[in-house]
């Protein structure tokens, strides 16, 4: 593409004494669209980008070394790109910093990490917290269900087992985030989040229309947890469903 560009920018070079104000009119269309064509494709690697900084969250040190090596070589691609397509110069420098601190940054990772551990865990625990908020919910799933394996006595994990049940059910997915609720429920039965988990599943069967296997799930919630936020609520499920 920017072959052809040159090229056309030759004929009009050599052509210019009797160059038409259609000619300069061709040449502008040329040159647009072959920008939009790069445009689309650096949004495209952008695109890209964010997706492998996504994965990078839920992978083990080894595995994070080998995407960030991917990433730094689409920033370069992306700032040869910019410089073709006539980026301004503050936008290219922006660009390389970028570049500079993520090499800066991955070196300072191997030399400080060794390869096969699972990282940090409040580090894993924050980014698989980040994409669920972006909505990016199998990622976020993969970071918390990797926290739950490599740290399954941390404080945070009923959180995490909690968030994947969650993920389950934004992505209307009632089967698995019971069973995630469940799983939270049998490791961590005296945590604060486990009368969260119980209401959720109780809801989870109410929409089903499980009132029976509901039902015992709000008294549970009542009769093991009296003084939780939930049992209230639970409370007055439960006067609904005997009207």
Known sequence: MHGRLLALIVVLATTAG??????????????????????ALLRDLQRQNATIL????????????????????????????????????????????????REEAFRNETGTQGAGQAGDPEEL???SQSAMQRGSLTTA?????EFVRAFPQHPRAPDAHLAIGESYEQGNQPVPALEAYARLLELHPNSTRAPTALLRAAKIELARNNR????????????????????????????????
């Open 125 to 127: 625990f924050t980014a």
């Open 54 to 101: 996504d994965s990078m969250s839920t992978q083990d040190v080894r595995l994070r070394g080998d995407l960030t090596n991917q990433l730094l070589q689409m920033d370069r691609q992306l700032v040869q790109i910019q410089e073709l397509t006539g980026q301004g110069q503050q936008q290219l420098s922006q660009l390389r910093e970028t570049v500079r601190m």
């Open 212 to 243: 029976d296997t509901a039902r015992t799930m709000l008294t549970q919630i009542t009769s093991a947890y009296p003084r939780s936020a939930e049992a209230a609520e639970a409370t007055r499920e439960l006067q609904r469903l005997r009207r």
């Open 141 to 145: 799933r993969s970071g918390f269900q």
């Open 18 to 39: 009797c160059a038409t104000k259609r000619d300069l009119r061709d040449l502008r269309d040329e040159m647009s669209s072959m920008r939009v064509a790069q445009e």
